[in-house]
Nanobody, 124 residues
Framework: QVQLVESGGGLVQAGGSLRLSCAAS????????MGWFRQAPGKEREFVAG????????YYVDSVKGRFTISRDNGKNTVYLQMNSLKPEDTAVYYC?????????????????WGQGTQVTVSS
């Protein structure tokens, strides 16, 4: 059984930064691509960023390009999301997920394990 535990969320003013972490259990973490998603109240879950198994390939939704950076440390079984220049529209619950299936990494259906989420609130 795989467990994903996010941390690092909180309340920040617009223009500020936060770093989210996602710690994974299990010995197969380095074999899987990972992703970050977010969900704001009343909205569907949205892809934010993805990273391949060894970290040499990353991709982002257009709205966060140049502001967010996804990375991973396979020695620590952890994936990170560095968020800079935060905007009020970034307010959401952020989830990390393991990509268990092939196909588009932008689709939540390609991910088989999810964390419980961490709240990010950006005030104007």
């Amino acid at each position: 059984q795989v467990q994903l535990v996010e941390s690092g969320g909180g309340l920040v003013q617009a223009g500020g930064s936060l770093r989210l972490s996602c710690a994974a259990s299990g010995r197969t973490f380095s074999s899987y691509a990972m992703g970050w998603f977010r969900q704001a109240p009343g909205k569907e879950r949205e892809f934010v960023a993805g990273i391949n198994w060894n970290g040499d390939s990353t991709y982002y939704v257009d709205s966060v390009k140049g502001r967010f950076t996804i990375s991973r440390d396979n020695g620590k079984n952890t994936v990170y999301l560095q968020m800079n220049s935060l905007k009020p529209e970034d307010t959401a619950v952020y989830y990390c997920a393991r990509r268990g299936n092939s196909g588009s990494g932008y689709s939540p259906s390609r991910y088989d394990y999810w964390g419980q989420g961490t709240q990010v609130t950006v005030s104007s």
